[in-house]
C-alpha cells in the first residue's frame, strides 16, 4: 500500500471519528447515568427556604447526547426549585451534553407557612427526557413549621411553650428587666448571623429526658453542616443581664456557646447551668469576663476553648465533667480550663478571684501536658482557685491554686472516637473517678436525672454510675 493512499485512509478515519463525535446518539439504548436518583432535603422549616443540593446528569456515549427536556413536574406551584446548566426555569428543553461530558442540576426548596403543627413531607420529582425514554431524579423534603423571629427584641415576661420550634434569624435579644421563660422540650434554632443576646433574665426550664430538655443549635440541620462548631453566635449574657438560671439545656455547635459580661448586680450568680450540655464550641465552651458562674452536673466537651474565666470574678463548678479531643472540625491546643485574675485589653488591672471546682474532671487528648492553666498577676484584691476531688491531666499542681486529693490517671470514658466524632463521657466499671468524690453538698441527681449518691459513694464528674 502506498504511503499516499495510507494517509488518505488515515485522515478519512479521522474526519470519520470526529462526525461521530459531533453527531448526535439517537438509539434509545444511549447510556445516561444520574449522581443520584433521589435529593433528600432534611429538616426545612417553613418560609427559611434551604440550601441548595444537585444532582449530576452524565452522558457516558462518545456521542453528544440531547436531552428534549429537564422537567421538575411540580411546575411553577411546586415548593422545589431548580437550575439547570444555568438556567432557572421549572422546564428547559434541548439541553445538549457533549460525549462523556455532565451537566449539574441545582435543587432548592421554599415551603410556605402553614398552620399544620406537625411534620410533614413533600415531595416531587424532576423528568428527564432523551431518545423516546422518560426517567425521573425523585425529591424530597422534610418540613416543619415553627415560631420566627427576625431581629426582634422580646420585652415584658415572655414564655415559650414546645408547641412549635423557634427559629431566630439575624438575631434575638431579650431586653432589660424583661424575662424570658424557655420551658422543657423547646428547640431553638440560631441562624448563622443570629446572636441569642440576654439583657435581662433567661430561665431555661428543661427535665432529664432528652424529650423534655431545651435544645439551643444552628438551624443548618443538613449534613454535613449539622455537625460543623460555629453554626451560629451563641448565648451573651451582656453587664445588665442577671439572675439567669439554665436547666436541662443542651447548647450545640455554637462559635461562642455561653458568654457572661461582667459580675452580678445582685446576690445571685450571674448565670447558673444546672445539668446541662455545652458542645463543639469553636472557640469557646463558657467565657466568662469578670463574672459570676455556677455550674453543676455539667459537661462541656470538644470546644476550641471549654472554660474560660477571665478578668477576676466569682465561680464555684461541681460534678462538672471537662474533656476536649481533637478531630476534624476543631484542634484541642487550649487547656480544656484557664483562670486568670488580670485584664487581657493591656491595662495591666487586676480584679478578685475566687473560684472552687469540687468532684470535677479535666481531661483531654495527648497533645497537652497540662489541661489546667491558673494565672495570677501581683493584687491587693482577694485570689483564691481551689481545687478538691478532682480528677485532672496534669503534670503538676498549678501554683497559684490550692488543689488536694488531685488523681492524675486516665478516666476511662465510656467511648471516644475522634474518626467518627463519637464521644460517651459515662465512665467505665474500671474508672479511678468511681466512688472517689466528696458527698457533702451532694445534689440529688446527675446529669442523667439519676440518684447522686450510690451505696454511701459519689463519682466524679457529671454522670453517676449506677
Same mark, same amino acid.
Given at each position: 500500500?502506498?504511503? =499516499?493512499?495510507?494517509?488518505?485512509?488515515?485522515?478519512?478515519?479521522?474526519?470519520?471519528?470526529? $462526525?461521530?463525535?459531533?453527531?448526535?446518539?439517537?438509539?434509545?439504548?444511549?447510556?445516561? @447515568?444520574?449522581?443520584?436518583?433521589?435529593?433528600?432535603?432534611?429538616?426545612?422549616?417553613?418560609?427559611?427556604?434551604?440550601?441548595?443540593?444537585?444532582?449530576?446528569?452524565?452522558?457516558?456515549?462518545?456521542?453528544?447526547?440531547?436531552?428534549? #427536556? *429537564?422537567?421538575?413536574?411540580?411546575?411553577?406551584?411546586?415548593?422545589?426549585?431548580?437550575?439547570?446548566?444555568?438556567?432557572?426555569?421549572?422546564?428547559?428543553?434541548?439541553?445538549?451534553?457533549?460525549?462523556?461530558?455532565?451537566?449539574?442540576?441545582?435543587?432548592?426548596?421554599?415551603?410556605?407557612?402553614?398552620?399544620?403543627?406537625?411534620?410533614?413531607?413533600?415531595?416531587?420529582?424532576?423528568?428527564?427526557?432523551?431518545?423516546?425514554?422518560?426517567?425521573?431524579?425523585?425529591?424530597?423534603?422534610?418540613?416543619?413549621?415553627?415560631?420566627?423571629?427576625?431581629?426582634?427584641?422580646?420585652?415584658?415576661?415572655?414564655?415559650?411553650?414546645?408547641?412549635? +420550634?423557634?427559629?431566630?434569624?439575624?438575631?434575638?435579644? *431579650?431586653?432589660?428587666?424583661?424575662?424570658?421563660?424557655?420551658?422543657?422540650?423547646?428547640?431553638?434554632? $440560631?441562624?448563622?448571623?443570629? +446572636?441569642?443576646?440576654?439583657?435581662?433574665?433567661?430561665?431555661?426550664?428543661? /427535665?432529664?429526658?432528652?424529650?423534655?430538655?431545651?435544645?439551643?443549635?444552628?438551624?443548618?440541620?443538613?449534613?454535613?453542616?449539622? @455537625?460543623?462548631?460555629?453554626?451560629?453566635?451563641?448565648?451573651?449574657?451582656?453587664?445588665?443581664?442577671? #439572675?439567669?438560671?439554665?436547666?436541662?439545656?443542651?447548647?450545640?455547635?455554637?462559635?461562642?456557646?455561653?458568654?457572661?459580661?461582667?459580675?452580678? =448586680?445582685?446576690?445571685?450568680?450571674?448565670?447558673?447551668?444546672? /445539668?446541662?450540655?455545652?458542645?463543639?464550641?469553636?472557640?469557646?465552651?463558657?467565657?466568662?469576663?469578670?463574672?459570676?458562674?455556677?455550674?453543676?452536673? $455539667?459537661?462541656?466537651?470538644?470546644?476550641?476553648?471549654?472554660?474560660?474565666?477571665? #478578668?477576676?470574678?466569682?465561680?464555684?463548678?461541681?460534678?462538672?465533667?471537662?474533656?476536649?479531643?481533637?478531630?476534624?472540625?476543631?484542634?484541642?491546643?487550649?487547656? *480544656?480550663?484557664?483562670?486568670?485574675?488580670?485584664?487581657?485589653?493591656?491595662?495591666?488591672?487586676?480584679?478578685?478571684?475566687?473560684?472552687?471546682?469540687?468532684?470535677?474532671?479535666?481531661?483531654?487528648?495527648?497533645?497537652?501536658?497540662? /489541661?489546667?492553666?491558673?494565672?495570677?498577676?501581683?493584687?491587693?484584691?482577694?485570689?483564691?482557685?481551689?481545687?478538691?476531688?478532682?480528677?485532672?491531666?496534669?503534670?503538676?499542681?498549678?501554683? #497559684?491554686?490550692?488543689?488536694?486529693?488531685?488523681?492524675?490517671?486516665? +478516666?476511662?470514658?465510656?467511648?471516644?472516637?475522634?474518626?467518627?466524632?463519637?464521644?460517651?463521657?459515662?465512665?467505665?466499671?474500671?474508672?479511678?473517678?468511681?466512688?472517689?468524690?466528696?458527698?457533702?453538698?451532694?445534689?440529688?441527681?446527675?446529669?442523667?436525672?439519676?440518684?447522686?449518691?450510690?451505696?454511701?459513694?459519689?463519682?466524679?464528674?457529671?454522670?453517676?454510675?449506677?
Amino acid at each position: 500500500m502506498s504511503k =499516499t493512499l495510507l494517509l488518505i485512509l488515515s485522515l478519512v478515519f479521522i474526519s470519520v471519528s470526529s $462526525c461521530k463525535k459531533n453527531s448526535f446518539i439517537t438509539g434509545s439504548d444511549a447510556s445516561v @447515568n444520574f449522581s443520584a436518583d433521589t435529593i433528600f432535603f432534611d429538616t426545612v422549616f417553613t418560609t427559611t427556604g434551604s440550601v441548595t443540593q444537585s444532582v449530576k446528569i452524565i452522558n457516558t456515549n462518545n456521542q453528544k447526547l440531547l436531552l428534549n #427536556d *429537564v422537567k421538575l413536574m411540580g411546575g411553577t406551584n411546586s415548593v422545589f426549585k431548580i437550575n439547570v446548566d444555568g438556567t432557572a426555569s421549572s422546564t428547559v428543553n434541548n439541553v445538549e451534553l457533549d460525549p462523556n461530558d455532565s451537566i449539574y442540576i441545582f435543587v432548592s426548596v421554599y415551603i410556605n407557612p402553614t398552620t399544620n403543627n406537625l411534620h410533614f413531607i413533600l415531595q416531587d420529582s424532576i423528568q428527564v427526557a432523551y431518545n423516546g425514554n422518560t426517567r425521573y431524579i425523585q425529591l424530597q423534603a422534610y418540613g416543619q413549621n415553627a415560631h420566627f423571629f427576625n431581629a426582634q427584641t422580646i420585652s415584658g415576661n415572655v414564655s415559650w411553650t414546645n408547641d412549635l +420550634p423557634y427559629v431566630i434569624l439575624g438575631g434575638l435579644a *431579650v431586653d432589660t428587666n424583661s424575662t424570658l421563660t424557655i420551658q422543657k422540650g423547646c428547640k431553638i434554632y $440560631c441562624h448563622a448571623d443570629a +446572636p441569642f443576646i440576654v439583657n435581662g433574665t433567661l430561665s431555661v426550664q428543661g /427535665e432529664k429526658y432528652d424529650s423534655t430538655r431545651v435544645y439551643f443549635q444552628s438551624d443548618r440541620l443538613d449534613a454535613p453542616y449539622n @455537625n460543623y462548631p460555629a453554626g451560629w453566635p451563641g448565648i451573651y449574657f451582656s453587664p445588665a443581664s442577671r #439572675d439567669n438560671v439554665l436547666e436541662f439545656a443542651f447548647i450545640n455547635n455554637a462559635y461562642q456557646a455561653v458568654v457572661a459580661l461582667g459580675p452580678s =448586680t445582685d446576690a445571685n450568680p450571674k448565670i447558673t447551668l444546672n /445539668e446541662c450540655v455545652i458542645n463543639n464550641g469553636y472557640d469557646a465552651g463558657i467565657l466568662a469576663v469578670q463574672s459570676n458562674v455556677q455550674a453543676r452536673n $455539667c459537661l462541656i466537651s470538644n470546644c476550641g476553648k471549654n472554660i474560660e474565666l477571665t #478578668d477576676g470574678g466569682i465561680y464555684n463548678f461541681s460534678y462538672c465533667t471537662v474533656a476536649s479531643y481533637s478531630n476534624q472540625f476543631i484542634s484541642h491546643t487550649s487547656p *480544656v480550663l484557664s483562670i486568670n485574675n488580670y485584664s487581657s485589653d493591656g491595662t495591666n488591672s487586676t480584679f478578685s478571684l475566687s473560684a472552687s471546682f469540687v468532684n470535677c474532671i479535666f481531661w483531654g487528648d495527648s497533645s497537652l501536658n497540662n /489541661e489546667v492553666d491558673v494565672e495570677k498577676q501581683t493584687t491587693s484584691n482577694g485570689f483564691s482557685v481551689n481545687f478538691s476531688y478532682c480528677l485532672w491531666l496534669e503534670k503538676n499542681n498549678p501554683a #497559684d491554686a490550692t488543689a488536694s486529693n488531685m488523681l492524675t490517671t486516665n +478516666p476511662l470514658f465510656d467511648s471516644v472516637n475522634n474518626i467518627k466524632m463519637y464521644y460517651d463521657f459515662h465512665l467505665q466499671n474500671n474508672s479511678p473517678a468511681l466512688s472517689f468524690g466528696t458527698t457533702v453538698g451532694a445534689p440529688p441527681f446527675d446529669l442523667d436525672g439519676n440518684p447522686r449518691v450510690v451505696n454511701g459513694f459519689t463519682d466524679l464528674g457529671c454522670f453517676q454510675k449506677q
